[in-house]
């Protein structure tokens, strides 16, 4: 299995995040202003909402994906408010035909103070276990 981990941040918690499941995964966590050129079997997509939406440059990076360099997206991320951004992420994925994985992982963000120190080591863990399925 070949995976490549990309994420989009403003605060710096899906970073956290990304870094942790990267290591894992004996990859590098790059931001989305990083293309993937090679082809991955697994892209773990690290975002979050902003505004109840995901940011335009996560959608710009979702819609340059090819089905012949990405063979899934399993999403990832944190929020202080809402959920998942799987259903977003998804949208847009079909678009360009990328399939993504049913199962996602999510917990809680720090953002003015709200969820102060998350994500927490207790939720980078998870992030981990959840990470060793796909190995």
Do not use: W
Not at 45 to 69: C, H, Q, T, W
Not at 78 to 88: D, I, M, R
Not at 118 to 135: G, H, L, M, S, T
Request: hydrophobic share 40%.
């Amino acid at each position: 299995m070949s995976f490549a981990v990309r994420y989009y941040t403003k605060t710096g918690n899906t970073k956290r995040l990304a870094d942790a499941i990267a290591k894992e995964l004996g990859v590098e966590a790059l931001p989305i202003s990083e293309p993937v050129t090679e082809k991955v079997d697994i892209l773990f997509l690290g975002n979050s909402y902003y505004a109840f939406n995901i940011d335009p440059e996560v959608r710009n990076f979702v819609a340059s994906l090819s089905k012949d360099k990405v063979g899934k997206i399993v999403n990832f991320g944190s929020a202080a408010l809402l959920n998942s951004t799987y259903k977003k992420v998804k949208a847009e994925a079909d678009k360009v035909g990328v399939p993504m994985d049913e199962k996602e992982f999510h917990c809680k963000g720090e953002f003015k103070g709200l969820h102060k120190g998350r994500p927490n080591e207790d939720d980078i863990k998870a992030a981990v276990e959840f990470v060793k399925q796909y190995k």
